[in-house]
């Protein structure tokens, strides 16, 4: 009988020892997450009756401007299901002083009136193909880590909330203990998006994976793992994780989705 318990007390604690090694290397070397520091524009865009595909190409054509400026590509995907929109569009623009430089400004421009289509015309068709959009301007991870995150992916997950009145910032402390967590249990990090200007929502995350499978994957994590997980990353336990970001929120939206070829 002694003989067992040391056995099991041995194993609980080469458990609890190799969660909390794994997480302290994490905290050593930082997530891509954890500053916002480069800007970018968020668009959400519903598509008109039976002009979803119109509405991809569009924007597929619209590449080519950015090319002949110098801009980024924006990075995107749609959706399978959750909120109402149909695709989602994250612009990098780095900060306001660069991205609406005269410099810039001039580049895009001159671009945009080289291209087949105007301004004006490129603006009408999507007038056309589109019933419903929305931007916001939002702070996140520095941009070559979030083209990394995109390589490789093919399927999404974004978290999209607004928090109750001046819980913002333990709404984006929540959002990163989540991360620390997630990834002690070997999954991929979700990259945290703080809200500047535009649309309501306060932060949002936005998980990137290989297929849905990768998504839906659950690790055969040891309870005790799990539990010293938990507690390290700030929460109580595993399951007390949910229902604490849910004292933060007032309002919360998931979308998960595919990429566009």
Not at 117 to 143: Q, T, Y
Not at 232 to 260: C, N, Q, S, W
Request: hydrophobic content about 40%; overall charge positive.
């Amino acid at each position: 009988m002694k003989n067992r318990i040391k056995k099991a007390s041995t194993v609980f604690l080469f458990s609890a020892l190799g969660a909390l090694l794994c997480i302290a290397a994490l905290d050593a070397q930082g997530t891509r997450s954890s500053e916002p520091t480069y800007l970018y524009k968020t668009t959400f865009v519903r598509a008109a009756p039976g002009k979803l595909l119109d509405l991809i190409a569009l924007y597929k054509s619209r590449m080519a401007v950015d090319d002949a400026s110098g801009d980024e590509r924006p990075l995107w995907w749609r959706h399978t299901q959750g909120d109402q929109w149909d695709l989602m569009l994250l612009v990098p623009m780095g900060s306001y002083t660069e991205y609406y430089s005269k410099e810039r400004l001039s580049r895009r421009m001159k671009a945009a009136e080289a291209s087949p289509l105007s301004p004006k015309e490129f603006k009408n068709k999507l007038d056309a193909c589109s019933s419903w959009r929305e931007d916001i301007f939002v702070m996140g991870p520095p941009l070559e880590s979030v083209k990394k995150a995109f390589e490789g992916t093919a399927y999404y997950h974004i978290e999209i909330m607004i928090s109750l009145p001046g819980k913002q910032g333990d709404l984006f402390k929540e959002r990163q203990m989540e991360n620390a967590y997630g990834l002690a249990m070997g999954r991929p990090e979700n990259m945290i998006f703080v809200r500047d200007q535009g649309a309501v929502w306060d932060i949002f995350t936005l998980g990137c994976y290989r297929d849905l499978k990768h998504w839906a994957e659950s690790p055969d994590i040891p309870k005790e793992k799990r539990e010293a997980a938990a507690r390290h990353a700030g929460f109580k336990g595993p399951d007390e994780i949910g229902p604490y970001m849910r004292t933060l929120i007032d309002m919360h939206r998931d979308t998960m989705g595919v990429a566009i070829k």
